[in-house]
């Protein structure tokens, strides 16, 4: 039997890369749901070329030019938010792939998991956001969480033979500006930040990667993923993006997994676990990679990814926090509102302005979400005092 797929967000970067490996294993996958936030263009190219049994847009402003689109094929065709939480629950559904950007993933994620589907976890902020309430319902409801981003799928990968783990050690690009002074960090534009010297994906994450925000969302989401302790994630700077992470054992052994960078490894991983099947594309030539430099990220440059932590160690609602204002400070960034270094300052004050609940339930995530959006916009439009 096939694996039956539903992409949310099948129109970005991890979405359009899983839908390769879909077409390469035509004998493994089938695409039985489609969603996309916006791309109504893109979504209904993805729709005939894959036959799924239905595809959602939740801007339903884009609903009549996807369903006059496709409406010479027999594919269901639903529009918002409420759709796309409810696509999820469809019984003959295995795997649902959370491509989604951003806090808008933790809903349909929630959903997922409650009607038992494996969840291949590409929104690292589900996690980041509600990382106590998603573990405990995915072991209520029996839901498997695969990672997909490159470094968590590659600490899993490290992971299969269950041994006790002593630490997790991640690593991190540097991004564009790893080599930047303080001085240069102040007037970085955001063209600048868009060019990731290894690896391409959407304009968030990117400029997340730019940040070290991005390391930060991932040291919070292996917290929950791998159940360790903050002080067991370690990250290390590696240019290369060869080692994608590794593992350290309690006898000092390390395990390392390597590739390429392409994230259809990991998401291909994540649909055939714990098969290996092949995959088309570039092998790893060690002769082309004389030198592999590891460094300590600088989180007095890149201090993001301390305010992730101190979230982390805090814990509550305040990793909900960071990541709601930091979703605002990069939209802001993106249209030449902020500054580069303004973004830490916006999200540092947000964490001491907002009411800290340090058990929170799905409501209070929801109310806390609204509430930073709100105070960070605020010290986006009148400055950080």
Same mark, same amino acid.
């Given at each position: 039997?096939?694996?039956?797929?539903?992409?949310?967000?099948?129109?970005?970067?991890?979405?359009?890369?899983?839908? !390769?490996?879909?077409?390469?294993?035509?004998?493994?996958?089938?695409?039985?749901?489609?969603?996309?936030?916006?791309?109504?263009?893109?979504?209904?190219? !993805?729709?005939?070329?894959?036959?799924?049994?239905? @595809?959602?847009?939740?801007?339903? *402003?884009? +609903?009549?030019?996807?369903?006059?689109?496709?409406?010479?094929?027999?594919?269901?065709?639903?529009?918002?938010? *409420?759709?796309?939480?409810?696509? @999820?629950?469809?019984?003959?559904?295995?795997?649902?792939?959370?491509?989604?950007?951003? +806090?808008?993933?933790?809903?349909?994620?929630?959903?997922?998991?409650?009607?038992?589907?494996?969840?291949?976890?590409?929104?690292?902020?589900?996690?980041?956001?509600?990382?106590?309430?998603?573990?405990?319902?995915?072991?209520?409801?029996?839901?498997?969480?695969?990672?997909?981003?490159?470094?968590?799928?590659? @600490?899993?990968?490290?992971?299969?033979?269950?041994?006790?783990?002593?630490?997790?050690?991640?690593?991190?690009? %540097?991004?564009?500006?790893? $080599?930047?002074?303080?001085?240069?960090?102040?007037?970085?534009?955001?063209?600048?930040?868009?060019?990731?010297?290894?690896?391409?994906?959407?304009?968030?994450?990117?400029? *997340?990667?730019?940040?070290?925000?991005?390391?930060?969302?991932?040291?919070?989401?292996?917290?929950?993923?791998?159940?360790?302790?903050?002080?067991?994630?370690?990250?290390?700077?590696?240019?290369?993006?060869?080692?994608?992470?590794?593992?350290?054992?309690?006898?000092?052994?390390?395990?390392?997994?390597? %590739?390429?960078?392409?994230?259809?490894?990991?998401?291909?991983?994540?649909?055939?676990?714990?098969?290996?099947?092949?995959?088309? %594309?570039?092998?790893?030539?060690?002769?082309?990679?004389?030198?592999?430099?590891?460094?300590?990220?600088?989180?007095?440059?890149?201090?993001?990814?301390?305010?992730?932590?101190?979230?982390?160690?805090?814990?509550?609602?305040?990793?909900?926090?960071?990541?709601?204002?930091?979703?605002?400070?990069?939209?802001?960034?993106?249209?030449?509102?902020?500054?580069?270094?303004?973004?830490?300052?916006?999200?540092?004050?947000?964490?001491?302005?907002?009411?800290?609940?340090?058990?929170?339930?799905?409501?209070?995530?929801?109310? $806390? *979400?609204?509430?930073?959006?709100?105070?960070?916009?605020?010290?986006?439009?009148?400055?950080?005092?």
């Amino acid at each position: 039997m096939k694996k039956q797929i539903a992409i949310l967000g099948s129109t970005g970067s991890i979405g359009t890369q899983a839908l !390769q490996v879909i077409e390469e294993h035509p004998d493994l996958y089938e695409v039985y749901a489609l969603t996309a936030n916006n791309k109504a263009d893109l979504l209904a190219e !993805q729709a005939r070329k894959f036959h799924p049994e239905v @595809v959602v847009i939740a801007n339903e *402003d884009r +609903y009549l030019q996807l369903k006059e689109a496709l409406e010479d094929l027999p594919v269901k065709v639903y529009a918002g938010n *409420d759709a796309l939480s409810q696509v @999820v629950e469809a019984g003959p559904i295995d795997i649902v792939l959370t491509a989604m950007v951003g +806090y808008a993933g933790l809903r349909p994620t929630i959903n997922a998991i409650k009607a038992g589907k494996t969840i291949a976890l590409a929104n690292k902020e589900t996690l980041v956001v509600a990382g106590e309430l998603v573990t405990r319902l995915a072991n209520e409801y029996h839901a498997p969480i695969l990672p997909v981003d490159s470094e968590h799928s590659a @600490v899993f990968q490290c992971l299969e033979m269950n041994n006790p783990v002593h630490k997790v050690i991640l690593t991190a690009s %540097g991004g564009p500006f790893r $080599t930047y002074t303080m001085d240069q960090l102040q007037t970085v534009t955001k063209e600048q930040a868009l060019k990731h010297p290894n690896w391409h994906m959407g304009a968030k994450i990117t400029v *997340d990667s730019a940040s070290m925000m991005n390391k930060g969302f991932e040291v919070m989401e292996a917290k929950w993923l791998f159940g360790v302790r903050p002080d067991q994630i370690e990250v290390v700077v590696h240019p290369q993006s060869v080692i994608h992470s590794m593992v350290e054992f309690e006898d000092g052994a390390v395990k390392a997994q390597l %590739g390429v960078p392409d994230m259809r490894l990991p998401i291909q991983y994540a649909f055939s676990y714990p098969r290996r099947v092949h995959l088309s %594309g570039e092998r790893l030539d060690f002769s082309k990679y004389s030198t592999l430099t590891f460094e300590k990220p600088d989180t007095a440059r890149f201090r993001n990814l301390a305010l992730a932590y101190e979230a982390l160690h805090q814990g509550g609602n305040m990793p909900c926090i960071v990541n709601a204002a930091n979703e605002v400070v990069v939209s802001a960034f993106l249209s030449d509102k902020i500054s580069f270094l303004g973004m830490s300052d916006v999200i540092e004050k947000a964490m001491a302005r907002v009411p800290f609940i340090q058990i929170p339930d799905y409501t209070d995530y929801v109310e $806390t *979400d609204a509430e930073t959006r709100r105070i960070a916009a605020e010290l986006v439009i009148n400055g950080v005092k």
